[in-house]
């Protein structure tokens, strides 16, 4: 098991360098592709989510007197 979480945290610290290699040798990130609707709908749904995992209580009281 140990073996197995050593390999993952090797992965997950590439993973999550390969970003920032990129932006010190001068590359800079990449343009972000698509639709401007769908990167508008991207933009929404994480600020719904966002705010959703930040005030969840009121939502979570709501849901459950509607189940009643």
């Known amino acids: 098991l140990a073996v197995v979480a050593t390999l993952a945290q090797i ?3 590439v993973y999550y360098l390969r970003p920032l290699e990129r932006f010190f040798r001068g590359e800079g990130a990449p343009e972000p ?3 401007p609707s ?3 709908g991207a933009m929404a749904l994480s600020i719904l ?3 959703f995992g930040l005030y969840a209580s009121p939502f979570l009281h709501w849901a459950t007197g509607n189940v009643r």
């Open 33 to 35: 592709e698509g639709p």
């Open 38 to 40: 769908l990167l508008a």
């Open 49 to 51: 989510a966002l705010v």
């Open 11 to 13: 992965v997950a610290v």
